[in-house]
């Protein structure tokens, strides 16, 4: 593009010379002042790799401004670019947020499931890449969270190439460790502000010929007991090459835009009427 200027000037006789030399000068000074100018632009890119507003993200509440975004992409950890998505918490992970807060060594909201599978028949690399696919599939699993930057705690979605999930292998010598090892694992909790929260295991138990035991771990804020089922699910379809059948899921940022909407006093006033005279 082009940014045309015009210079009209008086009668040039009237000036003095040093004030023509001046003026003669002035166009010099604005073509240097605007590349210095385009130059911070696009070195402040190429730190960022991108720029985004608020409009760039249809659920963030409305009263994040511009600053306030720039300081929630910078305590992210994440290039701009990164940011797939970013809206509020529900009130539920507000609650569990606090709880962790309040005792990081808990492991109270850590989720951790185990199977024993068979390693006869069990693919490794399809079962791996099944969880993969079920990160890439549900924006939840690829979310970390901010609550010390903007006044209201927020939620933010991190592409898919930015995540690397955590896959560990251990062999133990008998159940008793197995159970230490599990512990440890419970205990190690998530860092909330880091994507994903989640992360597998492989242990083997010697003695436990053609068994291995997988570990997955999440925290709680990801999901509830009973979407677990519904990620098995996707895990499975994929795993015998079946995820073509898979309905598009429903989006999590549609279910907080529509919480964002409702009334808390409302609310309140509905469900007291409703437990009324119960005690």
Do not use: C
């Amino acid at each position: 593009g082009t940014m045309p200027f015009t210079w009209v000037f008086a009668d040039w006789s009237l000036f003095r010379e040093d004030i023509r030399s001046a003026i003669a000068t002035l166009p010099h000074l604005v073509v240097q002042y605007l590349e210095v100018l385009v130059q911070q632009s696009v070195d402040q890119s190429s730190e960022r790799l991108a720029t985004v507003t608020p409009s760039d993200f249809l659920a963030l509440p409305p009263t994040i401004s511009q600053a306030d975004l720039d300081r929630i992409v910078i305590s992210s950890g994440r290039n701009a670019s990164q940011i797939e998505d970013i809206y509020s918490m529900t009130p539920l992970q507000q609650g569990m947020l606090f709880h962790t807060l309040m005792e990081p060594h808990s492991e109270q909201y850590v989720t951790q499931l185990k199977w024993t599978l068979d390693t006869r028949t069990l693919d490794h690399a399809r079962f791996e890449a099944a969880w993969r696919y079920v990160l890439e599939r549900h924006p939840i699993f690829r979310t970390q969270f901010s609550w010390d930057v903007s006044e209201k705690p927020l939620q933010i979605v991190v592409s898919p190439d930015a995540i690397n999930l955590e896959w560990t292998t251990a062999q133990v010598e008998n159940r008793a460790q197995l159970l230490e090892l599990l512990q440890q694992d419970r205990l190690r909790g998530f860092d909330l502000k880091r994507a994903s929260l989640m992360r597998f295991s492989w242990i083997t138990v010697r003695g436990a010929a053609h068994q291995v035991e997988f570990v997955w771990a999440h925290h709680h804020m990801y999901l509830d007991g009973w979407s677990v089922a519904i990620v098995l699910n996707d895990v499975l379809n994929f795993y015998h090459h079946k995820a073509n059948n898979l309905p598009a899921p429903a989006h999590f940022r549609e279910f907080v835009a529509w919480m964002d909407q409702q009334s808390p006093s409302e609310a309140e006033a509905y469900w007291r009427g409703r437990l009324a005279g119960i005690t």
